[in-house]
């Protein structure tokens, strides 16, 4: 993604904190909101107004899950794999998640409508096992209701 589709979104966040550093989370949100990942240009740009170094940008985005550094899919699944949503059977979904998609976790579907990654914690261990499309939750999950959701999606 090129800084110049977003520098005008970016800008007026830095505006509105005063070009503090206490606007990079907004704006990382920002862009990958937009565009869904953050390229190099991205983070020296952010870097550069912000008077930080860009390995603080680059240690603040990898920190968090939501934020990735590479192109994804239309749609990204997240599963959880937390001790609770393990317990629950996070490995089988995973497994039936693989299947449907026919990638592995960290990969994106050749037709760039998919991309399936784990994560610690979706902070829902009551809904266990638990994953995340886009910013969508969902809970409880079995194989069969898996299979229906991913079958929902492919045909979106």
Known sequence: MSLKGCKGE?????????????S?????HAVCERCGYLSEEIISFLA?????????VYSVASFYSLFTF???GK??????VSLPCYLKGSKEILGVLKEELGIEAGQTTSDKKF????????????????????EKLYGNLTPEKVRKIIQDYKKK
Request: aromatic residues 6%; glycine residues 2%; charged residues 30%.
């Open 48 to 56: 550069k107004e912000l008077n930080l170094p860009r390995v603080k």
């Open 10 to 22: 970016l800008e007026k966040i830095l505006d509105r904190y005063q070009y503090k550093k206490e």
């Open 75 to 80: 749609y990204i699944i997240r599963i959880c």
């Open 24 to 28: 990079l989370l907004p704006c990382l």
């Open 115 to 134: 991309s399936l990654e784990t994560v610690s914690c979706l902070g829902a261990c009551d809904k266990a096992p638990a994953m995340m499309i886009n």
């Open 70 to 72: 590479e192109k994804t």
